[in-house]
């Protein structure tokens, strides 16, 4: 029989401490989850002498069938005659992306010369970055030529134009939510002919998946896939990160290759691939923009409800009344729904139920977690072998990147997607599947990405309050194992997180 040591009994005894003090607060979640998380750490403690699920670090055999083709093209490049599209996309990095792969489309569609995107600045990223501060321009240029025209600027005779008084500004409120390639030529082009250019601001996922002509679906993922290339320096420091994370013994990989381009490492045919260190990279969208706009509750009493609401009244205004005016879904519906972020102490139970070891070495990724080190206690009890981009790099390192989120978010998008194995807390999150995307694309069926489903977690979570630590890792594996079975993209899914289809990659038979 296992013998715990005292280090275990100590870390059993604090989470027992939670517990009584959880049960006082007559919050039954609370309760519920801190007696898991107990049983969670006996659990690790027992399995750190016994072998890791076979699968934990692998995909499906079926996932190696598929393969990258979305570079291959069959015509010729427009030639753009019909004017210039300008987009100043909103958001962050990750809807940034989306809206200048979804531009590039719209500009060969409409035979458009599309101008180097911009970007705008947000209240809430605070980031003055543009195109060239993240992506390599010339590459982007480049590598596209052969589908449409780009320049970096629009034509001096036409910058002195007045394009909301020509009607040529066009703004989220003109285009609906996924729109299909027809409004663009029965709306757009007119414009486009008659005045020579179109602006777009915002335009946030204003192009459809579905249906939409397959070179069309080509493109976008040609775009995304191929043409976007991070800037030296982010692929730089992304390089020393993924190697500082493999133990400095870090293997080759097309992923890597194309992630990386000159700072990727050659693997040294002398090395034992085994040699290199394992990680798992965890992205915790738990930043309180997130935990604002939900509306659920997470134990922090009446502080954190005042905090959020607080929060909800300076950055999401329109929420904030409407909670005065309109009936909406309880907090505990909302938790029973799936519809709450995980919070970090769901995450490690997640975790621990699909049979990761204590010793794992687990990259955090993302901004700074609502409930700071508090928050954090649970996981980091449970896993002591957490690091961060800020962790494992020097400040002189990481200088360069102060003060611009979107160039910190690709550093995690590096490492992420270099990952030995990546798990998502919010199947939801544009960066989850942006990176989700890119291990299936580049991955070789080497590159497991985990992503539970909120709603089947929430339903062991919530309505299981006396529920033993046997049956609760059964039901999350059985849960992990039925996302992770590969099938080629759902109709109207994104491209950007579902690339298994004829468009963005070939089947091949074995």
């Not at 293997?251 to 394992?278: C, E, R, V, W, Y």
Request: hydrophobic share 40%; glycine share 4%.
């Amino acid at each position: 029989m296992y013998i715990l040591s005292n280090a275990w009994f100590l870390l059993l005894r604090c989470f027992k401490e939670e517990v009584a003090r959880a049960a006082k607060g007559k919050r039954a979640h609370t309760v519920m989850l801190t007696q898991l998380l107990a049983l969670a750490s006996h659990a690790l403690a027992e399995a750190e002498t016994r072998p890791e699920p076979k699968d934990l670090w692998e995909e499906p055999i079926n996932a190696t069938m598929w393969r990258p083709c979305s570079d291959q093209r069959d015509w010729k490049a427009s030639e753009g005659t019909n004017g210039y599209i300008m987009i100043s996309a909103n958001g962050g990095i990750n809807q940034q992306r989306v809206a200048i792969c979804n531009a590039v489309t719209i500009s060969r569609l409409l035979n458009a010369t599309l101008v180097l995107p911009k970007f705008l600045y947000s209240n809430v990223w605070l980031d003055k970055s543009q195109f060239g501060d993240i992506y390599q321009e010339d590459y982007f240029i480049k590598y596209l030529k052969s589908d449409i025209q780009i320049v970096k600027d629009l034509p001096v005779e036409l910058q002195s134009l007045d394009l909301e008084a020509i009607g040529s500004l066009v703004n989220d409120t003109n285009v609906m939510k996924e729109a299909k390639p027809s409004l663009y030529v029965k709306k757009i082009l007119p414009i486009l002919l008659r005045n020579r250019v179109v602006h777009f601001i915002g335009f946030g996922n204003r192009l459809s998946f579905d249906p939409i002509p397959s070179d069309l679906q080509r493109l976008r993922c040609r775009c995304n896939f191929h043409a976007l290339r991070f800037v030296h320096k982010i692929q730089e420091t992304g390089a020393v990160l993924v190697e500082r994370l493999h133990g400095h013994r870090a293997s080759s990989s097309p992923l890597k290759d194309n992630l990386l381009g000159q700072f990727a490492i050659k693997s040294d045919p002398s090395t034992n691939k085994s040699d290199a260190s394992k990680y798992l990279a965890v992205h915790l969208r738990f930043e309180i923009d997130m935990v604002a706009y939900s509306l659920c509750y997470f134990g922090g009493g009446k502080d954190e409800e005042d905090e959020l609401e607080a929060y909800r009244q300076i950055h999401f205004p329109v929420l904030s009344e409407l909670k005065k005016t309109t009936k909406l879904p309880s907090a505990a519906l909302l938790r029973s729904e799936g519809k709450c972020p995980l919070a970090p102490e769901e995450a490690v139970l997640m975790l621990a139920a699909i049979g990761f070891k204590r010793s794992t070495n687990i990259y955090i990724a993302g901004a700074e977690i609502y409930g700071g080190q508090y928050r954090m206690a649970a996981i980091s009890r449970l896993y002591p072998a957490l690091v961060t981009k800020e962790t494992l790099l020097s400040p002189s390192e990481l200088e360069p990147f102060r003060n611009f989120s979107s160039q910190l978010a690709a550093l995690d998008f590096i490492a992420c997607a270099a990952a030995d194995a990546f798990a998502m807390t919010d199947p939801g999150s544009q960066f989850s599947s942006l990176v989700q995307g890119y291990r299936m694309y580049y991955g070789g069926g080497n590159f497991p990405t985990i992503r539970p489903n909120k709603r089947r977690l929430a339903s062991i979570l919530v309505k299981n309050a006396t529920i033993e630590w046997n049956e609760f890792e059964s039901r999350v594996r059985k849960l992990i194992q039925q996302t992770k079975q590969v099938h080629e993209r759902p109709v109207a899914r994104s491209i950007f997180r579902h690339p298994r289809c004829p468009e963005c990659m070939c089947r091949t038979e074995h």
